[in-house]
């Protein structure tokens, strides 16, 4: 059976995933969000000239020379500006971010200052500018300063707020719905049978969805029977993609197959050449995109790490894409690899020059989640790949169970 290389795999499952609709919500809700239109500024930062220190403004023309006495007029607060326009020989009491009176165009700091009752005695010269920001310092009304296909951080949210937009429109959670397939499986916690293993792929890839943006909606467990799995399979109604994991190696296969194909599974591909994730499916059925990821966990965790993050990120309005790999000094030798892509669990660490060194782990076996849960990332092997010493370059990526690239 022919494997299907990653990159086409990769081409059909973006081919198979659209962005989600739009919804509008709260700025306060929206971190971590694509938004999905453009937006402007709804007022000018600062509105007016503002000062950017505590102490007085003034006519920058009386202060050419330094010591010189000015009268104090009056007193401008953030929020209580002073109302009348400042004359030559008159200075005027001002607090950071409060408005600049008509006629001042300068502000010295109060440390520069002797005061005397409303003699104000100043030991620093001015300049037309001296300690103010102009008005639209930061931006104007109407400035688009957060675009469609954005992420939004928690930087935008304060961007948002400041140019006094309560409400955004972004691309809808994507609803993941999450079904493990397998008779010897049982949820945590649950008391385990000698032939029994935990189900550890259901809270595994709930929880990268949860972390990339998404709400899990776990199905459960299907056993490996036809009724059990179409039982479970009832759940699959409103969400917007299904992930199996387990059933879908050699042995199994067309117990799943058969009954997705009952319930309108139409498949795109199964089988595809990257070590671990082999046996990954993907099809739809009927209008829902669907991913069959291996049983083993770290199979599961690869494949998901591969396709459904970037399925999940074009859901909600980013490009479907994968994290640039960057280059590492390998750690220790690696042997020669076949004809699948492999990901190989490292840890990464700095030589003394400063320079990322990705050492993998003795065993990779697909069911070992201890040293998946420790790696920092994965060393890429190439398609048939030559064996490469200790000290050689390579290709890395960090894992990730965020939408930000690392
Ligand atoms: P399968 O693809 O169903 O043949 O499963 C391959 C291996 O992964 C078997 O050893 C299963 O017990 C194990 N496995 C399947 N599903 C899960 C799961 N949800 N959590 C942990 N291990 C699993
Ligand atoms: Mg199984």
Redesign the pocket.
């Known amino acids: 059976m022919s494997l299907l290389p990653l990159e086409d795999a990769l081409a059909k499952v973006d081919g198979g995933i659209a962005p989600l609709p739009a919804e509008q919500i709260s700025v306060a809700e929206a971190v971590g969000r694509v938004l999905a239109e453009d937006v402007a500024a709804r007022l000018t930062q600062p509105p007016s000239a503002v000062s950017s220190m505590d102490g007085y403004a003034v006519c920058s023309s009386d202060l050419q020379t330094q010591p010189r006495t000015l009268t104090r007029v009056g007193e401008s607060q953030a929020g209580g500006p002073f109302e009348g326009t400042l004359q030559s020989g008159q200075c005027v009491r001002i607090f950071t971010g409060a408005p600049l009176p008509a006629g001042a165009d300068a502000v010295i700091m109060q440390e520069d200052t002797d005061v005397d009752g409303d003699q104000v005695t100043f030991k620093e010269v001015a300049f037309d500018g001296k300690f103010v920001r102009r008005a639209g310092l930061d931006f104007s009304k109407g400035d688009v300063l957060v675009k469609a296909g954005q992420l939004l951080t928690a930087r935008d949210i304060g961007l948002l707020c400041a140019m006094n937009v309560p409400w955004v429109k972004v691309y809808r959670k994507p609803r993941v719905a999450i079904l ?3 008779d ?2 049982v949820m945590p916690g649950e008391a385990v049978r000698e032939s029994q ?6 809270l ?1 890839v709930a929880a990268m969805v949860t972390a990339m943006g998404g709400v899990p909606i776990n199905l459960g ?1 299907a056993g ?1 029977t036809e009724e059990s799995l179409r039982a479970t399979l009832a759940g699959l109604n409103g969400a917007d993609i299904l992930i199996t ?5 050699v ?2 296969y067309d117990l799943v197959r058969n009954v997705l194909g009952e319930e309108g599974l139409d498949i795109d591909f199964w089988r595809i050449a990257i070590k671990p994730g082999k ?1 990954f499916m993907f099809g739809k059925i009927g209008e829902i995109p669907a991913m069959g990821l ?4 770290v ?2 965790y690869v494949t998901a790490f591969i396709f459904l993050r970037a399925a999940l990120k074009k859901m909600q309005g980013l490009p479907f894409e994968q994290d640039k790999p960057m280059k590492a000094l390998l750690g220790a030798g690696v042997p020669v690899n076949g004809i699948r892509q492999e990901y190989m669990r490292a840890v990464f660490s700095h030589d003394d020059q400063g320079r990322l060194v990705a050492t993998p782990y003795d065993k990779q076996d697909s ?1 070992m989640l201890g040293n998946l849960a420790h790696c920092e990332g994965f060393i890429i092997r190439p398609v048939n790949g030559e064996a490469l010493q200790a000290g050689s370059e390579t290709d890395v990526i960090y894992v990730n169970d965020s939408l930000l690239s690392v």
């Not at 293993?197 to 259901?202: E, F, G, K, L």
Request: hydrophobic letters at 30%; charged letters at 10%; glycine letters at 18%.
């Open positions: 493990a397939t397998g010897e499986l293993i935990i189900s550890s792929n259901s595994m467990i490996d994991s387990g059933g879908v190696s042995g199994e046996p291996p049983g083993n966990p199979s599961a069911s």
